[in-house]
């Protein structure tokens, strides 16, 4: 069983910065896949972006490419997603999520493809 616990939520002003971390429990294997999914209350888990085993592959939906940076470091068993140009619609809970795979450069977008999940973290991002 592999456990993921999420930091770095906060409250922000519109146009700001943050840094999520995601640390996974020691029970990994490699290689694998690490995303971030968003979801605001009444609305659908919503996709953030992906990391390959690598880290070299990334993926991003379009409402965040260019303002955030997904990495990874596998020592650490972690994966970051850095935001800047925060907008008042990324304000969401953010949850990390996780898979095992056999490609070192694969990534993925929906929810279903992942095996487990996060608490979440709040984001809140003022105008």
């Known amino acids: 069983q592999v456990q993921l616990a999420e930091s770095g939520g906060g409250v922000v002003q519109a146009g700001g910065t943050l840094r999520l971390s995601c640390a996974a429990s020691?029970?990994?294997?490699?290689?694998?896949?690490m995303g971030w999914f968003r979801q605001v209350p009444g609305k659908e888990r919503e996709f953030v972006a992906s990391v390959s085993w690598s880290g070299a592959s990334t993926l991003y939906a379009d409402s965040v490419k260019g303002r955030f940076t997904i990495s990874r470091d596998n020592a650490k068993n972690t994966v970051y997603l850095q935001m800047s140009s925060l907008k008042p619609e990324d304000t969401a809970v953010y949850y990390c999520c996780y898979r095992n795979d056999v490609y070192s450069e694969s990534y993925y977008s929906t929810a279903a493809e992942y095996d487990y999940w996060g608490q979440g973290t709040q984001v809140t991002v003022s105008s």
């Open positions: 020691r029970r990994t294997f490699s290689p694998n896949v």
